[in-house]
């Protein structure tokens, strides 16, 4: 079970999942490059098919439903990216799956929905370091509902399912936690190196010196043609008209305490304000987005 290597050319630890995904559909139809867009394009089915089942169950609205699934079908970063072919098409799909097996599991008090949504999780977070943002998004989402909610705590249904979650996901992510281990310093080069030199800049002028990032990161999503829209020249990274929709929906989910939604939305623009706006590390949050929105 090979859950990581480390690429002497990009100096990174790249994750393994992809890769084994792809290889499935080669053997069955064939090594070219149809097939292989193919597989991408499944891929993105199943974000766009989750991501709708999803918003159907939170909110049994037929209207509702039917809107998020044109949202989605018509985001640009969404469809187009996933054909840039690289071990990030598959986080979005694997977490949208292990989003809508949690939500379920805590709805029908299910033991099996709750250990396939884990081992979901353990899969998108061995597909990418995006992964890895889904399950600090949960980890975070869980420490507020300590804070802010803790009646759903108290039910013991509840505990159990969250335990049962917590066990599964470790033993289905062993393989990955035991090349961290072995290979900790290999696997954290890359982010280590993205945050030493923001906070090194930071510290060197405060707030002044960290501007060049905000500006990034303004032009990134306001501006058609940003250096970081590698796959979505002359096109905005969220649709304008989409902010009616995505920011009072973000709003909402955090009323009624769905900080789930509203860490996946913002943790990957954080990371991207950071690290370097780009359109693949935003990638994740479309479905979240999408989900905000149908609050609205």
Same mark, same amino acid.
């Given at each position: 079970?090979?859950?990581?290597?480390?690429?002497?050319?990009?100096?990174?630890?790249?994750?393994?999942?992809?890769?084994? &995904?792809?290889? @499935?559909?080669?053997?069955?139809?064939? &090594?070219? *490059?149809?097939?292989?867009?193919?597989? /991408?394009?499944? =891929?993105?089915?199943?974000?766009?098919?989750?991501?709708?089942?999803?918003?159907?169950?939170?909110?049994?609205?037929?209207?509702?439903? *039917?809107?998020?699934?044109?949202?989605?079908?018509?985001?640009?970063?969404?469809?187009?990216?996933?054909?840039?072919?690289?071990?990030?098409?598959?986080?979005?799909?694997? $977490?949208?799956?292990?989003?809508?097996?949690? +939500?379920?599991?805590?709805?029908?008090?299910?033991?099996?929905?709750?250990?396939?949504?884990?081992?979901?999780?353990?899969?998108?977070?061995?597909?990418?370091?995006?992964?890895?943002? +889904?399950?600090?998004?949960?980890? =975070?989402?869980? @420490?507020?509902?300590?804070? !802010?909610?803790?009646? /759903?705590?108290?039910?013991?249904?509840?505990?159990?399912?969250?335990?049962?979650?917590?066990?599964?996901?470790?033993?289905?992510?062993?393989?990955? =936690?035991? &090349?961290?281990?072995?290979? #900790?310093? =290999?696997?954290?080069?890359?982010?280590?190196? @993205?945050?030493?030199?923001?906070?090194?800049?930071?510290?060197?002028?405060? /707030?002044?010196?960290?501007?060049? &990032?905000?500006?990034?990161?303004?032009?990134?999503?306001?501006?058609?043609?940003?250096?970081?829209?590698?796959?979505?020249?002359?096109?905005?990274? %969220?649709?304008?008209?989409? #902010? *009616?929709?995505? %920011?009072?929906?973000?709003?909402?989910?955090?009323?009624?305490?769905?900080?789930?939604?509203?860490?996946?939305? *913002?943790?990957?623009?954080?990371?991207? !304000?950071?690290?370097?706006?780009?359109?693949?590390?935003?990638?994740?949050?479309?479905?979240?987005?999408?989900?905000? $929105?149908?609050?609205?």
């Amino acid at each position: 079970f090979q859950a990581a290597f480390f690429d002497q050319v990009g100096q990174i630890s790249r994750e393994v999942v992809f890769h084994y &995904y792809i290889t @499935l559909f080669f053997k069955l139809f064939g &090594y070219n *490059l149809l097939v292989f867009n193919i597989s /991408l394009l499944v =891929l993105g089915s199943i974000t766009v098919f989750f991501t709708t089942f999803l918003v159907h169950r939170l909110f049994k609205n037929i209207l509702v439903t *039917l809107t998020s699934a044109l949202i989605i079908n018509f985001f640009p970063l969404h469809y187009m990216h996933i054909f840039m072919g690289h071990r990030y098409a598959i986080v979005a799909p694997l $977490m949208v799956v292990s989003l809508y097996f949690l +939500y379920s599991s805590f709805r029908k008090k299910s033991f099996l929905r709750a250990i396939l949504s884990a081992f979901f999780a353990a899969l998108c977070w061995g597909s990418g370091v995006m992964g890895k943002q +889904y399950i600090l998004g949960l980890g =975070l989402s869980l @420490l507020a509902l300590i804070i !802010f909610d803790r009646r /759903l705590l108290k039910i013991k249904e509840n505990i159990s399912i969250s335990l049962v979650w917590i066990i599964a996901f470790v033993i289905s992510a062993t393989p990955l =936690l035991a &090349y961290i281990v072995f290979n #900790y310093d =290999l696997y954290v080069i890359r982010e280590r190196g @993205l945050l030493s030199e923001f906070f090194s800049v930071y510290r060197s002028g405060g /707030l002044l010196a960290i501007k060049p &990032y905000i500006v990034q990161i303004m032009e990134f999503f306001f501006t058609k043609n940003a250096p970081g829209h590698q796959f979505l020249p002359e096109f905005y990274i %969220i649709p304008p008209f989409y #902010y *009616l929709l995505l %920011i009072p929906g973000l709003w909402l989910a955090l009323k009624k305490k769905r900080f789930e939604i509203i860490f996946i939305s *913002l943790i990957p623009v954080l990371v991207a !304000f950071v690290s370097g706006p780009f359109d693949f590390r935003v990638l994740m949050a479309v479905p979240a987005w999408v989900v905000g $929105m149908a609050f609205t």
